[in-house]
């Protein structure tokens, strides 16, 4: 069974860091596409980043030049470090977990709980 744990969101104020951690378990992060979503109060889950089994990466637009996306294959860890953090980028972030790197929620097996992210302003 696949099972993944968020951690390391918090409060933060605008322009700070976050590190956010998805430990997996049932599944290794290196054989697999991890990505990381977003939802916002209101809003549609969205894509944010993701590594695929062969770690090529790929961000939104909105976060382009500001988040990385890393794993730690001895952790079986995918981290998401988030730099010049901005109100916007306020919301509940996901890990989840498919054979192929994609960009909509919907072609996602195994999700996360979420952790919140908060920025202020």
């Known amino acids: 069974q696949v099972q993944l744990v968020e951690s390391g969101g918090g409060l933060v104020q605008a322009g700070g860091s976050l590190r956010l951690s998805c430990a997996a378990s049932g599944r290794t992060v290196n054989n697999y596409a991890m990505a990381w979503f977003r939802q916002a109060p209101g809003k549609e889950r969205e894509f944010v980043a993701v590594i695929s089994g062969t770690g090529s990466t790929h961000f939104a637009d909105s976060v382009k030049g500001r988040f990385t996306i890393s794993r730690d294959n001895a952790k079986n860890t995918v981290y998401l470090q988030m730099n010049s953090l901005k109100p916007e980028d306020t919301a509940v972030y996901y890990c989840?977990?498919?054979?192929?790197?994609?960009?909509?929620?919907?072609?996602?097996?195994?999700w996360g709980q979420g952790t919140q992210v908060t920025v202020s302003s």
């Open positions: 989840a977990t498919d054979r192929i790197a994609m960009l909509l929620p919907k072609s996602y097996d195994y």
